[in-house]
């Protein structure tokens, strides 16, 4: 890897440029290490931590130990960093108002219900790639492969365990500021994870209602709910 040598005199328009880019790379990647964001930018580890202790002064990032699954390796748990609400809020939203435009219009012509409509076809890929993901998983393990698959898929979630189920945290969400207006979008994602895991569901908070985090509680599902939502999709395409 060809690191980017900062030993140059940098100027302020220089540093604020490069600060865009470790925030868009959090943004687009999920909660990031410094030296993942180094890797991903071309830059050394120590200027990807100079411009991240900036972010979380500025309150537009902030930081954890990182979550060891398996295995403890030997050593302090690296930190990761993500994006705040704040942080989320600094980029544009031009697409958002495209979007919102769009779905005024579909409302206008089609009633509540069309829009609905859209929101669960907008998903329909999304529920049968997940679908097929967790066909094969143990019941005790699809929260954590459902929340690493939404992190792959930009919306930065973790799973955790409490005394009655499962919880899905989603640090990101692309269509929150759409969402706001349009509580439809995440009304159709809670049935998918609830068509996914074969049992009711619970959104506990969410980004478009001003949370910082979307919570959605997971009941535990069977085996064969999962099975059949997989058979369910397969055929629908054929």
Do not use: W
Request: charge should be negative.
């Amino acid at each position: 890897m060809k690191y980017v040598s900062m030993d140059r005199e940098v100027s302020p328009v220089d540093d604020l440029s490069t600060r865009d880019r470790v925030a868009e790379s959090i943004l687009e990647n999920g909660p990031s290490t410094a030296t993942s964001l180094a890797t991903r930018l071309g830059l050394t580890p120590a200027a990807v931590r100079r411009h991240l202790e900036h972010l979380v002064e500025q309150g537009l990032v902030d930081s954890r130990e990182e979550r060891i699954r398996g295995e403890r390796r030997r050593g302090r748990p690296a930190r990761v960093f993500a994006l705040t609400a704040a942080g989320r809020d600094t980029f544009a939203h031009s697409y958002d108002d495209l979007a919102a435009d769009a779905l005024r219009f579909l409302r206008a012509t089609g009633g509540d219900a069309a829009v609905m409509d859209f929101a669960r076809h907008r998903l329909a890929d999304f529920r049968h790639r997940y679908a097929t993901l967790l066909a094969d998983i143990p019941v005790e393990d699809q929260a954590s492969v459902l929340a690493k698959a939404l992190t792959d898929d930009g919306f930065a979630a973790s799973a955790s365990s409490t005394p009655l189920g499962e919880q899905i945290c989603q640090h990101h969400c692309p269509v929150a500021h759409v969402a706001e207006e349009f509580p439809q979008l995440c009304e159709a994602e809670t049935e998918v994870f609830a068509e996914l895991l074969g049992s009711h569901v619970q959104r506990l908070a969410t980004i478009a209602h001003g949370d910082g985090v979307c919570t959605t509680h997971l009941p535990r599902a069977t085996q064969t709910t999962i099975t059949t939502a997989v058979s369910h999709h397969e055929g629908e395409s054929s």
